[in-house]
């Protein structure tokens, strides 16, 4: 487990006026409000939900 990388992703902008499915991918993060930080494992998934939103969130390594 000392191998698993992990990624900070903070969601800088709202998701109000958004696609539903960009909104529920916010929330999948864990992301509820602006200036919110979740530090989640650098997995492919992850990487595809941040990818889907890269225009609302900033991503850096944890």
């Known amino acids: ?3 698993t990388k992990n990624v900070k ?7 109000i006026g958004t696609p539903e499915s960009h909104r529920a ?3 999948g993060l864990g992301l509820r ?3 919110t930080t ?3 494992q650098d997995t492919p ?3 595809g939900m941040i990818r889907k939103v ?3 969130v900033t991503v850096s390594e944890a």
């Open 9 to 15: 992703v903070t969601l800088v902008r709202s998701p």
């Open 54 to 56: 890269a225009y609302l």
């Open 38 to 40: 979740r530090v989640l």
């Open 25 to 27: 991918t916010v929330r």
């Open 1 to 3: 487990m000392a191998d």
């Open 45 to 47: 998934e992850v990487r």
């Open 33 to 35: 409000g602006i200036n």
